[in-house]
């Protein structure tokens, strides 16, 4: 395959994953209770004036989300173009007024929005080289961020963390909490191969093997998937994937198998 149709490709996918990372993320904030849409988004005094104010905000992202997806999948770019700006514009929006519910997955996907959106201004081609290559040393750099603080932690590498973090309010699931505490080498073995997963995706990096880091992004993506199921941490498995493209780009520019 062409090395410009590989790129349309990756392009193309982490396009439609940060729409529809953003549509969920959307979704969740819109069905939030009444009475929690003044500790989310407070500069309005009533709860009222509050939800409406945001409820129509979310409505006109969903819009401009699906103008965007239309429009790139029929090539017109131009329209394409202004309602990504427009979505990127209402994002960032809310997200500044935002005082609760933000992580890691959110920062991401304001990144991804803002480095797509001011890649409009290069060229075609080399703006989304740069836009996925961007993502795609971000991620990297946060997973081996992340690795590497657990690997740290005597906490981590102790195995007795989890079940704590399953036992707390907002990631905590009581009944898992109580078995994984019940059987440290499970916990030990989970906790193990949490820090082996994250620091597996910088390590193939530096590897010329394309499918030692087509791995290191499966077992990552799984792991994903399992804080997903045990934490509810949703918003990480379909936000952090739109920037795979990029590290695969990226891996493939250093170790020479794509070239420009």
Not at 5 to 28: D, H, K, P, R, W
Not at 143 to 169: C, D, E, M, Q
Not at 197 to 214: E, G, K, R, W
């Amino acid at each position: 395959m062409e090395y410009s149709n590989l790129i349309n490709i990756g392009y193309a996918i982490s396009l439609y994953l940060i729409l529809f990372s953003t549509l969920m993320s959307v979704l969740e904030l819109s069905s939030t209770p009444n009475h929690y849409f003044n500790f989310i988004y407070p500069k309005i005094n009533t709860i009222s004036l509050n939800k409406r104010k945001w409820l129509k905000i979310h409505k006109l992202q969903v819009i401009s989300l699906l103008f965007t997806g239309t429009f790139f999948f029929l090539n017109m770019e131009v329209l394409f173009k202004i309602f990504f700006l427009s979505l990127t514009a209402l994002t960032l929006y809310s997200y500044i007024n935002r005082t609760a519910g933000k992580d890691g997955a959110d920062q991401l996907r304001i990144l991804a929005l803002l480095s797509f959106s001011l890649c409009f201004l290069l060229d075609t081609n080399f703006e989304k080289i740069v836009a996925l290559g961007f993502l795609g040393a971000q991620v990297v750099l946060g997973y081996t961020t992340s690795g590497i603080a657990k690997l740290l932690s005597p906490y981590w590498r102790k195995g007795n963390v989890l079940h704590l973090i399953f036992g707390t309010y907002s990631y905590g699931i009581p009944k898992i909490a109580k078995y994984i505490k019940a059987f440290p080498k499970i916990e030990r073995f989970m906790s193990h191969s949490a820090i082996f997963i994250m620091l597996a995706v910088p390590i193939t990096f530096f590897i010329p093997n394309q499918y030692a880091i087509l791995f290191a992004l499966a077992g990552i993506f799984i792991f994903h998937f399992g804080t997903a199921v045990l934490m509810g941490l949703n918003d990480f498995l379909y936000t952090f994937p739109l920037a795979y493209p990029g590290i695969i780009l990226l891996h493939g520019l250093m170790h020479n198998y794509i070239t420009i």
